[in-house]
């Protein structure tokens, strides 16, 4: 059986409804137009229990299982990271991003390697096993991929099977698939353990196996501690409390230890990933937002702060009560007097022209990075409504050659049937003259032979009756009469 690939060994990314994670797959659409079939096939690798290397899975999903009205191709949404799309594009510029939305009627089987038991993730790869998990077992799928990997003589066969895919029958697995797979469902794969981190951290050393740390419980006796040794105080800073026997408790860790010996060893809770906004982003929205009214409160004082006076000290008695203080706060309250009015004045000028100059390069850059943005999320949308256009336009044009097709084929067979019904009415027709010449000529036969057969018994009749007259004649002549005379033919 011969197929078709309008997509083979493509890069693309899937996501399904219960798991918003991407995950990085290869696309493959084997179609056949002769026998109606199609099947779109999901191939990924991960790690798994007792196998070294990553092993392949291959999600089928047959035109049959895809809910019509739910399967539908449009543009990709513009929340993806550019390093994922970049990933899976097939040229730098000209991409035209398309998502495929799978709608099932029941989730995919799934091929892989054949094995015994429940499939269990490796250690270290339980995401990837899990969003796997979530995959198989999703009926809502979306695949982003480059529409550039499209090539323009198979949007027919795209189209067919996207908008028309109960026309559709699938592909059996045994025709693309080896002896050395098996079928299995999402129930194949075993739970994984959300409790237990990736990359668990090692586990700290027993204290009795580090010279420098010992065990702190706090110790409850009515007897005085007793006082640390030489060797202690050089190991340890502090004196530490030395109990003469401790039970055998673990290893507690140096900080929120708790005291009893039966209570477990808390493990660090893995807190869910979170969109965290840029550093440097948040740094300077803070700093926008702070910064002038920091300046509104400190840049006035400033040129007083450095132009000052110092006043002396009311604990020195030579400087308390003296001429010169009453000379130094003098100068101080005149110079204060005359240079507030242009300090103030000075700091409002530069800081009003410093403002200026900062929101002004400030709104500048924004807006020079705002005009960019939208220029680019123009041509963006500019390109992705061409592209559609194009898929609408060789959507359209495919659907009217397949009306035409269509058209020719009925008026075909129409046209053959037609010719079916006369060559039959011809055929009857024919039967009925031969059927009736037959019997016209086997009448005629029987009459030719009736008359043939009277003519036969009259000419008989008239030999036997001259045969008669001649024998009378030939007794009545005499013994010698009749010799040397010439025999005369007696006509039948």
Known sequence: MVYTFPLRNTPVLVSCSSSPAVLPCRLFIKYSPNHNQAAIILSLSTHTHAFDDAQNFDLTYNADNLVPGGTFLGPAPSDL?????????????????RILSLTLYTPCPIRCLPSTGCIAP?????????????????????VVFDGNWVQEQQYAALYRLVNHPDRLAGIPA????GALSREVDWTAFGPVNDDRPEAPPEAPPRYDQVSTKRRRPTWSTTSPPQSPTKRERAVSPTPRVEPPLLPDWGSPTEKGTSTEPDSPIPRRQLLPYTNVPDPDEATKATLEALLPDALDKIMPNVLARAFAVPRPSTSDPLATGSICSLINAR??????SYLQPLHTKAI??????????????????????KLKEVLRSTLDNAF????????????????????????????????RRELDNQREDVLATAAEVVVQSGADLQKQADEAWNSAKRALSLQKAMLVQRRKVSEQEHGRRPAGHGRGQRATSVPL
């Open 384 to 415: 992705d409504l061409r592209a559609d256009a194009d898929y609408q336009f060789f959507a359209e044009l495919d659907e009217h050659k397949l009306d035409m097709t269509i058209a020719k084929d009925e008026g075909l067979e129409e046209i």
């Open 331 to 336: 100068i101080a309250s005149d110079v204060k």
């Open 174 to 177: 045994s025709h693309y698939q």
């Open 122 to 142: 490796k250690p270290g790869h339980a995401a990837a096993f899990r969003r796997l998990r979530d995959l198989a077992s999703s009926t809502e799928v979306r």
């Open 348 to 369: 409002e000028e530069a800081c009003t022209n410093t403002v200026r100059q900062m929101s002004a390069e400030f709104i500048t850059r924004i807006s020079a990075e």
């Open 81 to 97: 990271a550019y390093d994922q799309l970049s990933s899976i594009a097939r040229r730098t510029t000209s991409t035209t991003f």
